[in-house]
């Protein structure tokens, strides 16, 4: 199995050197998030010049609040600095994500959207070469005579897609060469959902996994189980639980998410689930429990925990997990 990790240090120079760490560890890849205080492609160029051979990626970088021909500009350049190494991984974020925190529209269906977002960027990295671009399509036209991108390391950039619901995984089945699984997959829903949805098609599945490694257990399913919990306040999320019977499970812990009672939101989430999303326990636990994602995935992504936990345990939690997966 491939490793990758998550870059949630606090800081543009901590994931920097976290990448450097994890690259000398034998990790396959490393991945910048987008949030509405940091930019994802911004990020991974800064990474891109801290490492010489590890795969970059973005888990991931919005699709909408950008216009194509941004995205693929700003993949084909990262992919420059880094001689080869982008993987541009794209998510449409919710309605709540584009409007109040972007100002960006969000009308019609996504996936149609975002499946001819993917088209236009694959268009443009693969008209480097000159001789103008014309793409017209349901959503996006775009015609330029004059274009050519000098300079490209590749001739095409893998593009990854983020899903959670049945209708976006087919998308990224048609369209993307790998699939991005959300951090509160459960194994049962990537082998009785998202697997059945991508057979067939070269679109490699490669989840999130919520992984906290503390010496004691107990706090480590905690921190993991906090994660979960604020995940779950979005209702979009709950068809993920329907496989196992707990969809009452994330409607009890969006309602005590609108009471404002965290604590209730945090202890609705019973260990059953915690061992079904997520990797916690000490190093020589979650070296065993990662045998369980063995057939469902060949590349994982490790991703730590934040919600409520302070910027030194978040550190610490990764370098645990670097070291605890290492190769070298």
């Not at 350049?77 to 001689?83: L, M, Q, V």
Request: charged share 20%; net charge neutral; glycine share 8%.
């Amino acid at each position: 199995m491939k490793y990758g990790l998550i870059l949630t240090a606090p800081t543009i120079r901590g994931q920097m050197d976290l990448a450097l760490r994890a690259e000398e560890a034998g990790f396959e890849s490393v991945w910048t998030t987008e949030f509405f205080n940091q930019h994802g492609l911004v990020r991974l160029a800064a990474v891109a010049t801290a490492t010489k051979k590890i795969k970059l990626g973005t888990a991931i970088a919005y699709a909408f609040m950008r216009t194509p021909m941004l995205a693929a500009s700003g993949a084909m350049d990262i992919d420059e600095i880094s001689g080869g190494r982008v993987i541009l991984g794209l998510g449409t974020g919710t309605k709540t994500m584009n409007e109040k925190w972007y100002s960006m529209p969000f009308e019609g269906p996504p996936a149609p959207r975002v499946q001819d977002a993917i088209g236009l960027i694959r268009a443009a990295i693969e008209q480097q070469a000159g001789g103008g671009l014309d793409y017209q399509g349901p959503y996006y036209q775009v015609k330029i005579p004059q274009y050519v991108r000098p300079g490209a390391a590749r001739t095409s950039i893998p593009v990854y897609l983020a899903a959670v619901n049945r209708g976006m995984i087919r998308t990224a089945a048609r369209c993307a060469d790998g699939l991005v699984g959300h951090p509160i997959f459960t194994r049962q829903y990537i082998t009785e959902v998202v697997r059945p949805l991508l057979q067939g098609s070269p679109c490699e599945l490669v989840p999130y996994i919520i992984t906290s490694i503390n010496e004691d257990p107990v706090k480590a399913k905690n921190e993991a189980r906090s994660q979960i919990a604020f995940y779950y306040t979005t209702r979009l999320y709950h068809s993920v639980l329907e496989p196992s019977g707990w969809k009452d499970i994330g409607e009890t812990i969006a309602v005590a998410f609108r009471k404002g009672d965290y604590a209730a939101m945090t202890a609705a989430v019973p260990d059953e689930m915690v061992d079904q999303i997520a990797l916690t326990g000490t190093p020589d636990e979650v070296l065993e429990k990662i045998h369980q994602w063995g057939d469902l995935a060949q590349q994982v992504i490790f991703y730590s925990p934040s919600v409520g936990i302070k910027k030194e345990r978040l550190t610490e939690n990764m370098e645990m997990i670097i070291k605890t997966f290492s190769k070298s």
